[in-house]
């Protein structure tokens, strides 16, 4: 099977034919999930000289991996005075180091491993509301003064608007060390990567059990895994293969559609060709591809199916930052499932000493994920001090379960949602 019709799709760059698994295996590592924080993990282990088996249930990239906005941030998914005020300034300073390692793992396997992605610099937030502008000046000059990060710049309303070709936005946060890239062909040459190191990748091998025992025995219906250690990565799509944990994160559905070639209308869009994501709490983000298309994700959704028509769905959002687009052709639209958390910070953590997950990262995976990866191997390797700095996290259930999470979620979003209208 292929991965789902996208513009990512359509324009992968590496075709490798999936290898199910059949028949009996051993590993040192097997880690269930080929998105970023599996495919860092094995690729960080195989470094360390493990020997490591990745179990796909689809192919390499198949969820949030490969179906993105490709915008790379610097940081957490929380602002940096919120998770002072969550955590304390000591722990939150060794989150913001996290975040900024994190920006550079990503950048610097790109460089290493020469991946072809697309990856370009600048990332633009951008003020929804009047009262946002001052909270964005805010957040930079907190930034400089007690984290001396200079890196990221304040953009008032006026440069804004031409840096950007609407009249939505009352200010804004250019951060330097941003990026965006093509997040499909980021995960297919982390794997690349991966098997160049040795590991074993299997796609189109859903996992159907994972046994308490040490070692343990990772099943499928072609074959068995037995390894002394086994890493759930599978964020979105655990399903109920580990109930442990599944009520710790919500599944989301995530929308996006691609314009045709724009040409020069493209830069006239967007001046510098950065990306964009705004301050709604459900997010208009937004950029511009390696051939000239906007690449646009937006609106709400909240049940558990695709909408009937998605291009028409995304295009409201879109032409509610650029009209002059009215007439724009619409070559792709896609969607894509991602796991958020009530708190909106990933979770890691144990389920048994040779156990080991990271999920949930609630819109900030291309950079949290990979260095998930990385923090998993470590720990695995029995340095687990970094880890242990985000496992320490608490991450609380969703009120009801996996059953009636829904529900609460469609009445929290509903209500977040009448508020990004209002003035």
């Known amino acids: 099977m292929a991965h789902p019709p996208s513009y990512y799709a359509a324009t992968a760059n ?20 080929a998105g970023y924080t599996g495919l860092s993990a094995a690729l960080h282990l195989a470094e360390r000289g493990y020997s490591v ?23 957490q998914r929380k602002d940096q005075r919120s998770l002072e005020e969550m955590l304390g300034r000591e722990w939150a300073r060794r989150l913001w180091d996290l975040g900024l390692e994190s920006n550079a793992l990503v950048k610097d396997l790109i460089a290493r491993h020469r991946i072809d992605c697309d990856l370009k610099p600048g990332l633009l937030h951008a003020g929804w509301k009047r009262g ?38 009352h200010g804004g946060i250019l951060e330097e060390g941003g990026a965006h890239l093509h997040p499909l062909n980021y995960a297919l040459g ?18 159907i059990e994972v046994t ?36 710790t994160i919500m599944p989301i559905n995530n929308f996006i559609l691609a314009t ?27 950029r511009l591809s390696a051939d000239g298309r906007l690449l646009f994700g937006g609106g709400e959704s909240y049940s558990p199916k695709f909408p009937d028509d998605i291009a028409s769905f995304v295009k409201k959002p879109m032409l509610r930052v650029f009209p002059q687009l009215k007439d724009a052709r619409i070559d792709y639209a896609w969607g894509g499932t991602l796991a958020i958390t009530m708190t909106r910070l990933p979770n890691f953590g144990r389920l048994a000493p040779n156990v080991i997950f990271a999920h949930g990262y609630s819109g900030q995976g291309i ?20 880890f242990d700095v985000m496992a320490k996290l608490k ?9 009636l999470r829904y529900p609460g979620l469609v009445a929290g979003m509903i209500f977040y949602a009448l508020k990004d209208r209002l003035p």
């Open 14 to 33: 590496d075709h490798t034919p999936p290898a199910p698994l059949a028949g009996d295996e051993e590993a040192d590592v097997c880690v269930v999930g």
């Open 53 to 75: 088996v990745v179990l796909e249930a689809e192919r390499i990239g198949w969820g949030a991996s490969g179906r993105n906005g490709g915008q790379l941030g610097v940081g």
């Open 132 to 169: 946002d502008a001052n909270w964005l000046k805010e957040e930079v000059e907190h930034l400089a003064k007690d984290y001396g990060y200079t890196a990221m710049r304040y953009v008032p309303r006026e440069e804004i608007r031409e840096m950007v070709a609407t009249d939505c936005y």
């Open 190 to 207: 982390l794997a690349r990567a991966a098997r160049e190191k040795g590991v074993r990748i299997h796609e189109q091998s859903p996992v």
């Open 212 to 247: 308490q025992t040490d070692p343990a025995a990772v099943r499928t219906t072609g074959g068995t895994v037995r390894a002394r250690h086994v890493v759930l990565a599978c964020n979105g799509y655990l399903g109920k293969l580990e109930p442990r944990v599944a009520g």
């Open 260 to 286: 045709e070639p724009l040409g020069a209308r493209a830069r006239e869009l967007i001046r510098d060709d950065v990306c964009v994501q705004d301050t709604k709490f459900v997010i208009d983000y937004y």
């Open 367 to 386: 950079n949290i994920a990979t260095l998930g990866g990385k923090l998993i191997a470590e720990a695995v390797a029995g340095q687990a001090e970094r």
């Open 395 to 403: 991450t609380p259930k969703f009120p009801g379960g996996t059953l």
